[in-house]
């Protein structure tokens, strides 16, 4: 069984040392505000990741540790997230474009998603840690992997769109994986998702159309 103990702040090196503090600084900052304390750690888990990817720290990181709570609550199942960025800055005495900035580059370095509601409004998702894209992953590969064998077996063909409208509906009403309210939005995510395991798969359409053709 693994266990964890508090590690010795001496024995650790002058860099983690800085790391260690400014994550300890960047929650207290985050604790004077009236904000959900249950985005905090994921907030300062956020903020660690970049400065272990980064290697530097930013000029201002409190503007980083404000975009990075704006991120993090704002995840589909956050909907309908609509405060406004106006009005979210004004609790941080941020200006909106030092958020658009921070915001931009989390987005470009950690590669999330981003989609907008019907009223233009923005949700964050992690390619690789957000749980209900793995399922919704998951699942687009078992569909494919099923509608695949059929084709190479029976020569049953595949449409795309067919086989993405089923997948949307499946996600959203039966497994419920993602809010029915972004039901449009999850539609181009699927599409996306659906190419990318076709080109994986060009290999079974080569042998199909080489031994059953």
Same mark, same amino acid.
């Given at each position: 069984?693994?266990?964890?103990? /508090?590690?010795?702040?001496?024995?650790?090196?002058?860099?983690?040392? =800085? +790391?260690?503090?400014?994550?300890?600084? @960047? %929650?207290? $900052?985050?604790?004077?505000?009236? =904000?959900? !304390?249950?985005? =905090?750690?994921? +907030?300062?888990?956020?903020?660690?990741?970049?400065?272990?990817?980064? @290697?530097?720290?930013?000029?201002?990181?409190?503007?980083?540790?404000?975009?990075?709570?704006?991120?993090? +609550?704002?995840?589909?199942?956050?909907?309908?997230?609509? *405060?406004?960025?106006?009005? $979210?800055?004004?609790?941080?005495?941020? !200006? =909106?474009? &030092?958020? *658009?900035?921070?915001?931009?580059?989390?987005?470009?370095?950690? @590669?999330?998603?981003?989609?907008?509601?019907?009223?233009?409004? /923005?949700?964050?998702?992690? /390619? %690789?840690?957000?749980?209900?894209? *793995?399922?919704?992953?998951?699942? #687009?590969?078992?569909?494919?992997?099923?509608?695949?064998?059929?084709?190479?077996?029976?020569?049953?063909?595949?449409?795309? !769109?067919?086989?993405?409208?089923?997948?949307?509906?499946?996600?959203? $009403?039966?497994?419920?994986?993602?809010?029915? %309210?972004?039901?449009?939005?999850?539609?181009?995510?699927? &599409?996306?998702?659906? *190419?990318?395991?076709?080109?994986?798969?060009?290999?079974? #359409?080569?042998?199909? !159309?080489?031994?059953?053709?």
């Amino acid at each position: 069984m693994l266990e964890l103990y /508090p590690t010795n702040y001496e024995i650790l090196n002058t860099k983690d040392r =800085i +790391t260690v503090d400014l994550i300890k600084d @960047g %929650e207290e $900052f985050l604790r004077q505000f009236d =904000i959900n !304390q249950d985005f =905090i750690l994921d +907030t300062v888990s956020l903020i660690y990741r970049y400065l272990r990817i980064k @290697g530097k720290i930013p000029h201002n990181l409190y503007k980083f540790y404000i975009a990075a709570y704006y991120i993090v +609550t704002r995840h589909p199942f956050a909907f309908p997230a609509h *405060e406004s960025k106006k009005d $979210f800055c004004k609790k941080f005495n941020l !200006q =909106i474009s &030092s958020l *658009e900035y921070c915001v931009d580059r989390f987005v470009s370095i950690f @590669g999330y998603i981003k989609i907008l509601d019907d009223m233009n409004f /923005p949700y964050f998702i992690d /390619p %690789e840690r957000d749980l209900s894209l *793995e399922i919704i992953k998951n699942i #687009v590969k078992s569909k494919i992997e099923a509608a695949m064998m059929k084709f190479l077996l029976y020569n049953k063909p595949i449409n795309s !769109q067919i086989l993405t409208e089923e997948l949307v509906s499946d996600i959203v $009403f039966e497994h419920k994986a993602f809010p029915e %309210e972004l039901f449009r939005q999850l539609y181009d995510i699927i &599409s996306i998702l659906i *190419e990318e395991e076709f080109t994986d798969h060009n290999e079974y #359409v080569m042998l199909q !159309q080489k031994y059953f053709i």
